[in-house]
């Protein structure tokens, strides 16, 4: 109520002109006041009518009232600006129910503006203009409102905590500093706040420096990511427009042959036709003159029949069936042979330049190689970001290996196997390779059987007939850990080393290509490493198995 009273106090002393306090009060004839200069403006702009007016109950004056200053009310706006007038605070000047109040109003609270460490208590605007009005409260500290002031106090002694223990790193007051502190190395909480102050200082200049770096490097990464993003796209246009070409002239080199063996077909089959007309012009003419002969041999007339002789000497040499030659039947099977040879040599062109190609698409890596993942006790999460699915090539599979399960399991058999011939083909070892090359940074496993298994990586080029030459671990072209009987061994160039490690029925296999990394994992309940090569590889890679105990054995792809 008392808040709503100096309400319509002051707007009893307002100018309803510029709605503030009166300034040098003027009472018009009808009785309401304003600010002298707020009327005098307002009868200005009406000089021109020659009419004046109250701007509240729109009662005219002719002509212009004098104006005259009205001491008694101007004191009174005088002497209620020293006992403090005040406005009734809005709505939104009481603290609600996620503000720090004021710890001085009674009734409804007002927000605090600031709190005083000193005095441990917070001040709405009012309640705190004695710390700037007297001396000794202005040198008291002031912060940011904060309904953590109580945190200052001392649970044990109810005193400010003004100093730091940094034996105990906690904040205490003096008497704390006589008991259970004495003979710590305290300092004052200024002092320490100051030391701090700088230490976070310093960590800031190292974070902003961060950020800086940082930024930076995904700016660069981002002008990465566009070249990136426009050499691939202008690479694939090239590769798309030259494979386009050379479908185009197979194409057309298919058109020809085409046209030349339909044109050879029309050829000889004219002069076959030619010839076969010819010759049964012939027959129709031999067996004219035969049904002659016929008549003439039935001719009882001694002297006819001799005179009608001499002309059969001349039908004997008129035949053309003695000059026909007929080659073996081979018509156009040249041909095709010579069409399976040409595609047999693009096949081998393909493949030895798809090696290359496959190899320079690798080598495209703008960043540093990851480290190798970490094997933790518990997950193999750290490998499977970069698992791919293995599948076997039954063009590589000896002959007595059977591919099984989406040709991602290998099982030795005693009978060789209906596969067609075909240049990859091992013919010396139980061995077989991936379909896939293998680049980049790739993971997988193989599931062995209970005898030896051979887990291995080689370069496609690799020989497919001999013993050493193709053998996996047996030359530079091949990298091999062999499992026997849970024993292992690695094998690279005929070089063996005995390798110590877990027993397990599975083998890991992580391969980073660029950086020339190959490790071999046993995979159980935890992941141990085995073997690490590090080298460079020169092409890419096939993931290989190599069975070498008896029939049954067998490998998976898992």
Not at 39 to 62: L, V
């Amino acid at each position: 109520m008392a808040q709503k009273g100096v309400q319509l106090d002051r707007e009893s002393f307002s100018c309803s002109i510029c709605l503030d306090l009166l300034k040098d009060p003027v009472t018009i004839p009808c009785g309401h006041s304003y600010c002298m200069s707020c009327i005098k403006a307002h009868w200005d702009g009406e000089d021109q009518r020659g009419i004046h007016s109250c701007p509240q109950c729109r009662k005219t004056f002719i002509p212009r009232p004098v104006l005259g200053k009205n001491t008694m009310l101007a004191d009174l706006v005088e002497q209620l600006k020293k006992t403090g007038l005040r406005a009734a605070p809005a709505d939104h000047c009481y603290a609600g129910a996620e503000d720090v109040a004021c710890d001085v109003c009674s009734g409804r609270k007002l927000k605090a503006v600031k709190s005083c460490l000193s005095c441990l208590a917070s001040y709405c605007e009012e309640h705190l203009q004695p710390h700037y009005d007297s001396a000794p409260l202005r040198k008291h500290k002031l912060v940011e409102p904060s309904n953590k002031l109580q945190e200052n106090i001392c649970s044990d002694h109810g005193e400010v905590m003004k100093i730091f223990c940094r034996t105990d790193q906690k904040c205490i007051c003096y008497l704390c500093l006589m008991d259970d502190h004495k003979g710590h190395d305290t300092v004052s909480a200024a002092a320490e706040r100051t030391e701090r102050q700088r230490e976070l200082e310093g960590s800031r200049q190292q974070i902003q420096q961060r950020i800086q770096d940082a930024e930076k490097d995904v700016k660069l990464l981002q002008q990465q990511l566009e070249a990136i993003h426009q050499s691939a796209d202008k690479t694939e246009e090239h590769s798309q427009k030259t494979f386009t070409q050379l479908i185009r002239l197979l194409q057309k080199r298919s058109s020809d042959v085409k046209q030349q063996i339909r044109s050879q077909q029309e050829a000889e089959g004219s002069r076959v036709k030619e010839l076969q007309e010819k010759l049964e012009q012939e027959i129709t003419e031999l067996k004219r003159k035969d049904a002659e002969l016929q008549q003439l041999s039935h001719t009882e007339d001694h002297s006819q029949f001799l005179h009608s002789c001499p002309s059969v000497a001349a039908l004997r040499g008129a035949t053309h069936s003695s000059s026909i030659q007929i080659r073996p039947l081979r018509h156009f099977e040249d041909v095709t042979a010579a069409v399976s040879e040409l595609r047999d040599k693009l096949q081998d062109i393909l493949r030895e330049e798809w090696t290359n190609i496959s190899l320079r698409v690798a080598e495209v890596d703008v960043l540093l190689s990851e480290p190798e993942p970490e094997p933790k006790p518990t997950s193999r999460a750290g490998f499977l970001r970069y698992s791919c699915e293995i599948t076997l090539d039954p063009n590589t599979a000896h002959r007595e290996l059977l591919l099984s399960e989406g040709n991602r399991k290998v099982t030795v058999m005693e009978q060789n196997q209906s596969y067609s011939d075909h240049p990859d083909r091992f013919t010396g070892w139980w061995q077989v390779l991936s379909r896939e090359s293998l680049t980049g940074r790739c993971y997988w496993e193989v599931e062995m059987g209970e005898r030896g298994v051979g887990v291995a990586v080689a370069y496609k080029n690799i020989s497919r007939a001999g013993w050493t030459e193709c053998g996996f671990g047996f030359n530079d072209k091949s990298w091999s850990l062999d499992c026997v009987s849970g024993s292992y061994s690695f094998r690279y160039n005929s070089m063996e080393t005995s390798i110590s490690g877990p027993r397990a029925s599975r083998v890991g296999v992580y391969l980073d290509h660029r950086a020339g990394i190959l490790s071999f994992y046993s995979v159980s309940g935890t992941m141990t490493l085995l073997h690490r090569v590090q080298t460079t590889f020169t092409q890419p890679l096939c993931a290989g198995i190599w069975l070498y105990s008896s029939p049954g054995d067998s490998a998976e792809f898992v």
